[in-house]
């Protein structure tokens, strides 16, 4: 079985410019969670859907990020525009059930210069 | 506001040597306590789920135990390939402490 996918792998973008970054979940979760890591610090928490429906994004930084699960299959995590702060790694993870456990992507780094 | 606290931040052991790494936390409404093992340039893998003080789970040489504040996971007679950062979670969002790094010497 497939696991949590998540595309491009490694991103280089300047400031300013947008990037989106996609999560394909394992099949049938309807969970999925975004995550980030910036240099030095824990992993942390973003936003959370449920099938379509965002269920929590008080993790959010601010409006430069845009979530969407279309059809509550695959996920994309929009910046725009990108500012140096934003540089890091991102995770997406899916689980079967709220609670249970999530299983993470390879995750995306992202650079911007 | 959920915290999780991992200790040590670093763990150098000789291979054989076992020890225990910590995770303490405090969160609102705990869903579950979960440790990861995650490699560099690699996603956390998913390890163990605890979910009542006084329950534990078992995978190789691993063991994890969970008390109302603190969960432990135990590594016994580690070898070279245990080397990894591993992560505790909690929350129902899942608030990470900041991992210990685990080298294990042949």
């Known amino acids: 079985e497939a696991g949590v996918t998540q595309f491009p792998s490694h991103s280089v973008i300047e400031k300013g410019q947008t990037v989106t970054l996609r999560c394909d979940p394992i099949s049938g979760h309807d969970n999925l969670y975004w995550y980030r890591r910036v240099m030095g610090k824990e992993i942390k928490f973003l936003l959370h859907f449920v099938k379509e429906s965002k269920q929590d994004e008080s993790g959010m930084p601010n409006n430069r990020f845009l979530a969407e699960r279309t059809g509550g299959t695959y996920s994309t995590l929009k910046v725009q525009p990108a500012e140096l702060e934003d540089s890091g790694v991102y995770f997406c993870?899916?689980?079967?059930?709220?609670?249970?456990?999530?299983?993470f992507g390879q995750g995306t780094r992202l650079t911007v210069v | 506001e959920d915290q999780v606290t991992q200790s040590p931040e670093a763990l150098r052991l000789q291979e054989g040597e076992s020890s225990s790494l910590n995770c303490s936390y405090t969160?609102?409404?705990?869903?579950?306590l979960f440790w990861y093992r995650q490699d560099p340039g690699k996603g956390p893998e998913f390890l163990f789920t605890?979910?009542?003080a006084g329950e534990e789970k078992e995978k190789e040489r691993l063991k994890a135990t969970l008390t109302k504040k603190e969960s432990f996971l135990h590594i016994t007679a580690p070898k070279p390939e245990d080397s990894a950062t591993y992560l505790c979670a909690a929350g129902g969002q899942l608030t990470f402490g900041s991992g210990t790094q685990l080298t294990v010497l042949p």
């Open positions: 993870a899916s689980s079967l059930a709220r609670g249970s456990e999530a299983f």
């Open positions: 969160v609102s409404g705990l869903r579950g």
């Open positions: 605890l979910y009542s």
